[in-house]
């Protein structure tokens, strides 16, 4: 596969087209400022905003909508709506695009696309330039197929129309256009001109399954060439012409401020340039970024005390059940019917901890402040947020601003949210050269956007034949979507986000309550969205408890949920599927289990079993996972398998090692060594399995971190007894005598899949 990408640099076309984001423009100011989802969504077909776009990108002779460029020499350029961040959506994209246009991916060069919600909005999301909650895929499957098909259609009547014969009698493979009867063909370049003449039609024909040649392959990734040899230009990789490096630090306490700097020992280092200040945080200017670094560390700074020099993270948690207890409670699933006398009930409570994002590629962004003019090099989740924000800070038009996007190093979440590119454009204000401002890991981590806090209170009434009759949960947490996107919150104020996978479970069970308060954090302390979003914390807490309730009614855990669940149902499909793949209910030796979870977010069904060794001194081991997903029809199995690991790792090494905490308003982790990862040694052997289905593709980049928490809690509960409800694993409960004594207790086996 060698595929081509084209990077975002310095071309002046590119550059062109990136500033004729003004028709798009005004949609963005509209998401700034909370104003509810813009009316924008990507359409197959040319709209207005088309033309300026094209015509900043050279007026290629034949552009029908804004994901497609072929010029006059046959270059095929597909604009990607979505941003490359380590998550393959570059390559399926192009995969659907290339099946119905009728080329190769051998034969495409793929670009970023410029910052404009009218051409790129998800809708999705509400019709916002975004990459985040799974959905570039489900989002664009059919709007991208239709583009394709749009082309192809177009092209082909061009081609007919010169040989004088029926556009039926046509057909296209591998960018040429052939007419079956007499044998001729024509390329692309050929026709491009004469096809973007002609008008669009008003219907096309997509291709069924059984005829797609790409979708359904597993091809290698576009992008991996380049991230191989080194190529590939993330935004760290920019290099400005008269750049300098600035080092930041920003007070520790979030919501503290900058008092005294004493830089006297930082201005004598070589290579330092300018110490520059904003309210709470300096950044050191250096001729490169080591020289910078050792500068901050030279600075003699005082921090002045804010509102949360008393918070730590008990005060937290205690408020959150205070609230839990005493706050206004907004209903997200009401009951059927009453719950029945009598039965056994069981009640817990669960705390989940705020997390860090930590991408690898460290925050960072690049910028150039001239008089009336701003320009921007980052990779961002949100690239018409990064431009309304930059004009905002500026006091610009927004058509001033010049946005180079660039591969993200890792998103999760992380890069859908500007705060770090703001402060870097504060800074740059200051200086009259491009100003490249790094964050630190530590620094990263230190000021992240971290994943809410939760405080759950769940209970459950089992039957005479141990199935739950009513069930009752109770979620207390702070908003992402009420900062982030204020206008999508529920007419009564509910967060969506809160309550995915938690109100719409995988079980039949009338009688469940599902409830959310909101309980706001102090001033300094944002959250934001981390991978999994919602589904990652509700699908800890029911599966986890559904396990719970297995348990407490003497059931096996599969073979519990089988009995919940609708016979035929997606869900059941996958459960039954890693039992089978498992082994579920073979024995197992002493301290070893398995821990199976199963659910339904983001458009797909998934199901994971994870199998553990604890050891006595509390350490667990991961033996084995085994994963299923029922995505619907899939775009690049490749991809998807890559996708289920990687999501699965990355909450596994959440649930293990992983949690934010706080002292004296500030957060006490700062990098790897407290805020680490699975490492390749501790990973398990893998399987992942994807069952067959017609249905429309789910998303996959977040499901298998989703899945990963309760798999492993459940893992660990068959394998010593201790049942978690806290994240993340606390390896002292692990090693103490009644871990040992249940071992026996409990056993490891399952009732087995026939």
Known sequence: MSARVEHDGMDPGRRAALKVAGSGLAVAFLWTAGMGPAVAAMNARRQDADAAASAADGNPPFAPNAFIRIDADGKVRLVMPTVEMGQAIYTGISMMLAEELGVGMDQITIEHSPPNDALYGQALLGGGQITGGSTSTRGQWQVLREAGAVAREMLIAAAAAQWHAEPAECSVARGVITHAPSGRTLGFGSVANAAGKLPQPANVTLKQRKDFTLIGKPLRRVDSPDKVNGATQFGIDVNVPGMKFAAVRTSPELAGTLGAVDDTAARAIPGVIDIIKLDNAVAVVGSNYWIASRGLEALQITWKPGVNANLDTQGLIDALK???????????????????????????????????????????????????????????????????????????????????????????????????????????????????????????????????????????????????????????????????????????????????????????????????????????????????????????????????????????????????????????????????????????????????????????????????????????????????????????????????????????????????????????????????????????????????????????????????????????????????????VARTSLAQPEAMKHVADTGTGGEGVA
């Open 322 to 728: 205070r609230s839990s207890q005493d706050g206004p409670v907004l209903v997200g699933r009401k009951p059927k019917g009453d719950a029945p006398a009598g039965g056994k009930q069981v009640d817990a409570e669960f705390i989940t901890p705020m997390l860090a994002h930590a991408p690898m590629e460290p925050l960072n962004a690049t910028v150039h402040v001239t008089p009336g003019k701003c320009e921007v090099w980052t990779g961002t989740q949100v690239p018409t947020r990064v431009v309304a924000e930059a004009a905002r800070i500026c006091g610009i038009p927004a058509d001033a601003v010049t946005l180079h996007g660039h591969y993200l190093g890792g998103g999760f979440g992380r890069r859908l949210e500007t705060d770090q590119v703001e402060q870097a454009i504060a800074f740059a204000k200051q200086v009259a050269y491009p100003l490249k401002v790094i964050w630190s890991r530590e620094e990263d981590i230190r000021h992240d956007r971290v994943r809410p806090l939760y405080f759950d209170r769940i209970s459950a009434t089992l039957d005479s034949d141990g199935k739950p009759v009513a069930w009752h949960h109770r979620i207390t947490s702070g908003t992402v979507l009420g900062r982030w996107l204020p206008g999508a919150m529920g007419k009564d104020g509910m967060d969506s986000d809160a309550i995915e996978s938690a109100a719409d479970l995988p079980y039949v069970m009338d009688n469940a309550l599902v409830e959310w308060v909101r309980h706001d954090m102090p001033p300094g302390l944002v959250v934001g969205w981390w991978r999994g979003v919602g589904p990652t914390h509700n699908l800890w807490v029911v599966e986890s408890f559904i396990d719970e309730l297995a348990h407490a009614a003497g059931k096996d855990p599969v073979a519990f949920r089988r009995a919940i669940m609708a016979p035929g149902s997606r869900p059941l499909g996958v459960l039954d599927r890693v039992a089978k793949e498992i082994g579920w209910g073979s024995p197992l030796p002493a301290r070893c289990g398995r821990g199976i979870a199963v659910g339904s977010p983001f458009g797909s069904h998934v199901c994971l079993a994870v199998e553990v060794e604890v050891t006595a001194q509390g350490v667990v081991k991961l033996r084995r996972a085994v994963a299923a997903i029922d995505n619907g029809i899939t775009i690049n199995p490749s991809s998807v398998k890559a996708q289920i690991e990687g999501g699965v790792l990355f909450g596994l090494s959440a649930a293990l090692y992983s949690g934010i905490t706080l002292e004296h308003g500030a957060i006490q982790q700062s990098n790897f060594h407290d805020y680490r990862n699975l490492r390749i040694n501790e990973t398990p052997l893998f399987e992942v399995h994807q069952v067959e289905s017609d249905e429309a593709p789910g998303g996959i980049g977040e499901v298998g971190t989703a899945i990963a928490a309760p798999a492993l809690a459940n893992a660990i509960f068959a394998a010593t007894g201790i049942r978690l409800h806290q994240m993340p």
